[in-house]
T-cell receptor, first 117, second 109 residues
Framework: AQSVAQPEDQVNVAEGNPLTVKCTYS??????LFWYVQYPNRGLQFLLK??????LVKGSYGFEAEFNKSQTSFHLKKPSALVSDSALYFC???????????????FGKGTKLSVIP | NAGVTQTPKFQVLKTGQSMTLQCAQD?????MYWYRQDPGMGLRLIYY???????DKGEVPNGYNVSRLNKREFSLRLESAAPSQTSVYFC????????FGSGTRLTVV
């Protein structure tokens, strides 16, 4: 079974400071990893994904994430936070070997990011 | 615009009533999913359809049924709604990456 942990329910950061939202995962095989963002009363929007290759993945809106296989982590980062980054962030994992033609994602419980002006 | 369309956006039901949530995608994706989102619980998979003609249970299927009507459409039915089914429901489709609908906010009183 695959699982995702987001250890922080909420992260507060001052505008202009770097931000990190943490994610660790567990899969039996190799992982596909994703970050999604949800603004109030909206659906989930894709930010970035790790499939293979470079451990540092760059995504939308200046976000990036670093895949660390030994620590089974995929933390989301941004060098300089904006107030408009305030939202709910979800990490998700799929086992590369999940079959039957269906790509089931397992989500973490979400981390609320608040960027303070 | 291409994407996943869910209807309705909001619904209030009385306990015991039934309803069907509709979902359609125009991206020619094979797989479709229904999730529910509850505070502090993240998104939990209710049912999914790997391809047209197949459906399978996810993590929290009790109280729900689904129909994959064709490649585009995947509906979720609540036969006898209960207050515990008050939630926000998201439909998604994928061939590889996921695309989510904007959600249905359901309240059961």
């Amino acid at each position: 079974a695959q699982s995702v942990a987001q250890p922080e329910d909420q992260v507060n950061v001052a505008e202009g400071n770097p931000l990190t939202v943490k994610c660790t995962y567990s899969v039996s095989g190799n992982p596909y990893l994703f970050w999604y963002v949800q603004y109030p009363n909206r659906g989930l929007q894709f930010l970035l994904k790790y499939i293979t290759g470079d451990n540092l993945v760059k995504g939308s809106y200046g976000f990036e994430a670093e895949f660390n296989k030994s620590q089974t982590s995929f933390h989301l980062k941004k060098p300089s936070a904006l107030v408009s980054d305030s939202a709910l962030y979800f990490c998700a994992v799929r086992d590369v070997n999940s079959g039957a033609g269906s790509y089931q994602l397992t989500f973490g419980k979400g981390t609320k990011l608040s960027v303070i002006p | 615009n291409a994407g996943v369309t869910q209807t309705p956006k909001f619904q209030v039901l009385k306990t015991g009533q039934s309803m069907t949530l509709q979902c359609a995608q125009d991206m020619n994706h094979n797989s479709m999913y229904w999730y529910r989102q509850d505070p502090g619980m993240g998104l939990r998979l209710i049912y999914y359809s790997a391809s047209e003609g197949t459906t399978d249970k996810g993590e929290v299927p009790n109280g729900y049924n689904v129909s994959r009507l064709n490649k585009r459409e995947f509906s979720l039915r609540l036969e006898s709604a209960a207050p515990s089914q008050t939630s926000v429901y998201f439909c998604a489709s994928s061939n590889y990456g996921y695309t989510f609908g904007s959600g249905t906010r359901l309240t059961v009183v």
